[in-house]
Nanobody, 116 residues
């Protein structure tokens, strides 16, 4: 079974930076498109950044230029470098496939809180 273990979140001031990690098991991420999702308080989970198996990256407009997704296929780990954080970046961050199966398995996520 696929498992995702996110880490690296925390409390940060506006303008700060964080680096999130997602350790994946049950699949080899080198074969799949995988991304980072965010669920803000009271909102649905949305895909923010995606990394294709071929190495291409894509971003949702609100994080473009501030967030960088990367992967280490040898460690089966996905990363998200976040900089110039704003209050609206607050939420729980998850990683998962870009194309979700019918009943996706989600990790516990990692909380990011941007506050002064």
């Amino acid at each position: 079974q696929e498992q995702f273990v996110e880490s690296g979140g925390g409390l940060v001031q506006p303008g700060g930076s964080l680096r999130l990690s997602c350790a994946v098991s049950g699949i080899f991420i080198r074969h799949v498109d995988i991304g980072w999702y965010r669920q803000a308080p009271g909102k649905e989970r949305v895909l923010l950044a995606r990394s294709s198996a071929g190495g291409a990256a894509g971003y949702e407009d609100s994080v473009k230029g501030r967030f960088t997704i990367s992967r280490d296929n040898s460690k089966n780990t996905l990363y998200l470098q976040m900089s110039d954080l704003v209050i609206e970046d607050t939420g729980v961050y998850y990683c998962n496939r870009v194309i979700l199966p019918l009943n996706p398995s989600w990790g516990q996520g990692t909380q990011v809180t941007v506050s002064s």
